[in-house]
């Protein structure tokens, strides 16, 4: 008695799940590419806005916010978030070293450089400067 066409045989499952994986490995490659895409924008921005800062050191920071991140490249404030939370740039902490005193400068800063990046910046520059084993004058 010949097969019925109701049930599919052994390749044709094969092939279905072939071009099943096929079609979610896509999905993830361009999700992925998109994600990355998305991190490149929000952090030549974030680059741009504190081009000072990166060049000079920290008394160059300037209050910065998710929504003029949101407005230049064109996305939602959630979205700046979701691409910045718990992602971490680091700079070239050398130049944030050179002619401070932490102690005295970092101290001086306003509230928001502080609050604006999440956390205590005189304890990450501080932190990186030991690392560094900066030499302050």
Same mark, same amino acid.
């Given at each position: 008695?010949?097969?019925?066409?109701?049930?599919?045989?052994?390749?044709?499952?094969?092939e279905?799940?072939?071009?099943?994986?096929?079609?979610?490995?896509?999905?993830?490659?361009?999700?992925?590419?998109?994600?990355?895409?998305?991190?490149?924008k929000?952090a030549?921005?974030?680059?741009?806005?504190?081009?000072?800062?990166? *060049?000079?050191?920290?008394f160059?920071?300037?209050?910065?916010?998710?929504?003029?991140?949101?407005?230049?490249?064109?996305?939602? *404030?959630?979205?700046?978030?979701r691409?910045?939370?718990?992602?971490?740039?680091?700079?070239?902490?050398?130049?944030?070293?050179e002619?401070?005193?932490?102690?005295?400068?970092?101290?001086?800063?306003?509230?928001?450089?502080?609050?604006?990046?999440?956390?205590?910046?005189?304890?990450?520059?501080?932190?990186?400067?030991?690392? *560094?084993?900066?030499?302050?004058?």
């Open positions: 008695m010949p097969k019925s066409h109701a049930f599919s045989s052994p390749t044709l499952q094969a279905a799940f072939i071009n099943e994986s096929l079609s979610k490995a896509s999905w993830l490659i361009r999700n992925l590419d998109r994600r990355a895409d998305s991190i490149l929000v030549t921005e974030i680059v741009r806005h504190q081009e000072a800062f990166f *060049e000079h050191g920290v160059h920071l300037r209050p910065l916010d998710l929504k003029t991140i949101a407005n230049a490249i064109g996305v939602h *404030e959630s979205t700046v978030s691409v910045t939370s718990n992602k971490y740039m680091q700079p070239d902490l050398n130049t944030a070293c002619n401070m005193s932490l102690s005295q400068h970092v101290r001086r800063a306003p509230a928001r450089v502080t609050t604006t990046f999440g956390g205590d910046l005189r304890r990450v520059v501080r932190r990186g400067c030991v690392a *560094e084993r900066c030499q302050l004058p």
